[in-house]
């Protein structure tokens, strides 16, 4: 059974930092692609940064670029999201996604809230 979980979200002021985990169970982590996607309340979900299986980064949303970095440690089957200079436009679930082969995985998500 396949299981992303991710975890690090909650409530930041404006300019401030959070690093969200994604930890995957049931897949060859080292051979998927591992994304992270956001959808703020009303909005449909946007892709926000890719990392592919073998660690090269190809993808981040414009508005995020320079603020966020995704990361991946192969070794603890977990991706990363750093998030630095947040602002409330941030404000969004964030899940997590996996691609191995024909094959996706949505984890639960979790809330990011940016507000003073």
């Known amino acids: 059974q396949v299981q992303l979980v991710e975890s690090g979200g909650g409530l930041v002021e404006p300019g401030g930092s959070l690093r969200l985990s994604c930890a995957a169970s049931?897949?060859?982590?080292?051979?998927?692609?591992m994304s992270w996607y956001r959808q703020a309340p009303g909005k449909e979900r946007v892709l926000v940064a890719t990392?592919?299986?073998?660690?090269?980064?190809?993808y981040y949303l414009d508005s995020v670029k320079g603020r966020f970095t995704i990361s991946r440690d192969n070794a603890k089957n977990t991706v990363y999201l750093q998030m630095n200079s947040l602002k409330s436009e941030d404000t969004a679930v964030y899940y997590c996604?996996?691609?191995?082969?024909?094959?996706?995985?949505w984890g639960q998500g979790t809330l990011v809230t940016v507000s003073s």
């Open positions: 996604f996996g691609r191995q082969a024909w094959s996706s995985y």
């Open positions: 990392m592919s299986s073998a660690g090269g980064v190809t």
């Open positions: 049931g897949i060859v982590f080292s051979s998927a692609a």
